[in-house]
């Protein structure tokens, strides 16, 4: 009964010691029969037990693996799927015959689709070709202030020149029609038409002095570009070199990129053809496209994203003079057909500096001003008829302004003239060939009477042949 005192006096303490909490007691047989109590008093801190770090830690990582499991099997049996669909009705046993069978079929549309990519590009070609010469005879008639002639050519036994027979709807028949109003109007002077037969002998030495261009020889190619950046550019020599540079050094401007600053000096065509230049330039400012001339022992040239004209001296590889130009187009206002921010155009002739640009008041007719080859300032203006936009280049030869029609035709013409002296302009038909298809500058160098020319990737040369005035 002692053992029932002391249990009865430790239930009673520890009673009293839980703050008047309910205490339970259980009495129960163990594994070796023996009688045990055991009393249960609730914590006044603590709602659970909390389990030990250890164990929870089991408890989160694996519920991380069953996810995982989860998410592997659900990628699993999506890849299943797949599989089955590219493997067909043999299923696995087909030896990957659905994979092979889908592989042939991509590979047949791509050889279509590469097909019609083809096909598309030759029809944008041709389109292209169409355009050009449409924008050709446009520039023609309104140059040439011709009324259109309303009926057409229906009399079946006419034909072109070459002897083909005519399709009414075809664009040989539109160019035959093109012609033949060109010559219907007799007020309208036309020059340079030349046959094969009629072509005088190449180099340009044949004639001396001034006079009116009557003949443009087959381009020369002395060097092609090998790199991107050559795409288009401006290349030229000096027609009045001051020492220490002679007549052959022949200078070049890679015109691809948003700072074009190098500027690559030759000491002959023999050099450039070979790439090993004797002078590399690194310019103070960027250049602006295309229309740099090299004149009296500076290089001119428009400075990037402005009107403003450039003088840097090549003997002293300094900037020498800056002024802008006014109210010049720039940067996209008015460049030639062809693009290329080819807005400020210089050019060099017998008589000095030219600018060929367009302004505001001119409304995108090309204005050709006369510029002091030191001060840069503007000596005297003319605005011409015909729109900068219209045509693909222009230069200058003895004063007169001449224009190309297209610098992706083949067989385009130069299509106008205006000359300073009289104020007049006229329409021309002078056979002038795009060989690489993509012209990017044209220039007259009065010293060798040689066009230089950029074209698509090429530098060009052409012989020219001046009329007597």
Same mark, same amino acid.
């Given at each position: 009964?002692?053992?029932?005192?002391?249990?009865?006096?430790?239930?009673?303490?520890?009673?009293?010691?839980?703050?008047?909490?309910?205490?339970?007691?259980?009495?129960?047989?163990?594994?070796?029969?023996?009688?045990?109590?055991?009393?249960?008093?609730?914590?006044?801190?603590?709602?659970?037990?909390?389990?030990?770090?250890?164990?929870? /830690? !089991?408890? %989160?990582?694996?519920?991380?693996?069953?996810? @995982?499991?989860?998410? #592997? =099997?659900? +990628?699993?049996?999506? $890849?299943?799927?797949?599989?089955?669909?590219?493997?067909?009705?043999?299923?696995?046993?087909?030896?990957?015959?659905?994979?092979?069978?889908?592989?042939?079929?991509?590979?047949?549309?791509?050889? /279509? !689709?590469? %097909?019609?990519?083809?096909?598309?590009?030759? @029809?944008?070609?041709? #389109? =292209?070709? +169409?355009?050009?010469? $449409?924008?050709?005879?446009?520039?023609?008639?309104?140059?040439?202030?011709?009324?259109?002639?309303?009926?057409?050519?229906?009399?079946?036994?006419?034909?072109?020149?070459?002897?083909?027979?005519?399709?009414?709807?075809?664009?040989?028949?539109?160019?035959?029609?093109?012609?033949?109003? #060109?010559?219907?109007?007799?007020?309208?002077?036309?020059?340079?038409?030349?046959?094969?037969?009629?072509?005088?002998?190449?180099?340009?030495?044949?004639?001396?002095?001034?006079?009116?261009?009557?003949?443009?020889?087959?381009?020369?190619?002395?060097?092609?570009?090998?790199?991107?950046?050559?795409?288009?550019?401006?290349?030229?020599?000096?027609?009045?070199?001051?020492?220490?540079?002679?007549?052959?050094?022949?200078?070049?401007?890679?015109?691809?990129?948003?700072?074009?600053?190098?500027?690559?000096?030759?000491?002959?065509?023999?050099?450039?053809?070979?790439?090993?230049?004797?002078?590399?330039?690194?310019?103070?400012?960027?250049?602006?496209?295309?229309?740099?001339?090299?004149?009296?022992?500076?290089?001119?040239?428009?400075?990037?994203?402005?009107?403003?004209?450039?003088?840097?001296?090549?003997?002293?590889?300094?900037?020498?003079?800056?002024?802008?130009?006014?109210?010049?187009?720039?940067?996209?206002?008015?460049?030639?057909?062809?693009?290329?921010?080819?807005?400020?155009?210089?050019?060099?002739?017998?008589?000095?500096?030219?600018?060929?640009?367009?302004?505001?008041?001119?409304?995108?007719?090309?204005?050709?001003?006369?510029?002091?080859?030191?001060?840069?300032?503007?000596?005297?203006?003319?605005?011409?008829?015909?729109?900068?936009?219209?045509?693909?280049?222009?230069?200058?030869?003895?004063?007169?302004?001449?224009?190309?029609?297209?610098?992706?035709?083949?067989?385009?013409?130069?299509?106008?003239?205006?000359?300073?002296?009289?104020?007049?302009?006229?329409?021309?038909?002078?056979?002038?060939?795009?060989?690489?298809?993509?012209?990017?500058?044209?220039?007259?160098?009065?010293?060798?009477?040689?066009?230089?020319?950029?074209?698509?990737?090429?530098?060009?040369?052409?012989?020219?042949?001046?009329?007597?005035?």
């Amino acid at each position: 009964m002692l053992w029932k005192l002391l249990l009865a006096a430790c239930v009673s303490t520890v009673l009293r010691g839980a703050l008047c909490s309910t205490a339970s007691l259980r009495r129960a047989n163990d594994g070796g029969g023996r009688c045990l109590y055991t009393f249960t008093v609730p914590s006044p801190a603590e709602h659970s037990c909390p389990e030990p770090a250890a164990v929870q /830690e !089991l408890r %989160r990582q694996g519920a991380l693996q069953r996810t @995982e499991m989860e998410a #592997l =099997q659900t +990628r699993l049996g999506l $890849l299943e799927v797949l599989v089955s669909r590219l493997a067909g009705p043999g299923g696995a046993g087909g030896q990957g015959g659905g994979l092979e069978a889908a592989y042939s079929a991509t590979m047949r549309e791509k050889t /279509e !689709l590469q %097909r019609e990519r083809d096909r598309l590009e030759a @029809e944008r070609q041709e #389109l =292209q070709n +169409r355009v050009d010469r $449409l924008r050709q005879e446009n520039s023609r008639l309104r140059l040439g202030q011709c009324a259109p002639i309303e009926t057409p050519l229906q009399d079946p036994d006419q034909r072109p020149p070459d002897g083909s027979s005519l399709d009414y709807s075809s664009p040989r028949f539109q160019e035959f029609k093109s012609l033949s109003r #060109l010559t219907a109007f007799s007020r309208v002077p036309l020059v340079g038409v030349h046959s094969r037969a009629q072509t005088p002998p190449r180099g340009g030495s044949d004639s001396t002095g001034c006079g009116e261009l009557v003949w443009i020889g087959e381009p020369e190619s002395h060097r092609k570009a090998d790199s991107i950046a050559g795409k288009y550019g401006v290349w030229m020599q000096d027609p009045e070199p001051v020492p220490p540079y002679g007549p052959e050094m022949t200078w070049r401007l890679d015109a691809v990129g948003s700072a074009v600053r190098q500027l690559f000096g030759y000491e002959d065509f023999k050099q450039l053809s070979r790439g090993f230049p004797s002078k590399v330039l690194l310019l103070p400012e960027s250049v602006e496209s295309t229309g740099a001339v090299v004149y009296r022992g500076s290089l001119y040239y428009q400075r990037r994203k402005s009107r403003t004209l450039l003088r840097y001296d090549l003997r002293t590889e300094s900037m020498a003079t800056r002024r802008e130009l006014p109210h010049a187009g720039f940067h996209g206002q008015y460049p030639y057909s062809w693009g290329g921010y080819t807005d400020i155009d210089l050019a060099v002739d017998e008589t000095g500096l030219w600018a060929i640009y367009s302004t505001s008041k001119a409304k995108g007719a090309i204005v050709l001003s006369r510029l002091d080859p030191d001060s840069l300032e503007v000596l005297h203006s003319w605005e011409t008829s015909v729109r900068k936009q219209s045509v693909a280049n222009a230069f200058v030869i003895c004063g007169t302004l001449y224009t190309v029609a297209s610098y992706t035709t083949p067989n385009t013409t130069v299509n106008y003239s205006y000359s300073t002296e009289s104020g007049h302009g006229r329409v021309l038909s002078i056979p002038f060939q795009n060989r690489y298809r993509y012209n990017s500058m044209i220039d007259y160098n009065p010293a060798r009477r040689q066009l230089f020319s950029w074209d698509n990737y090429h530098m060009v040369t052409y012989d020219v042949r001046l009329g007597t005035v």
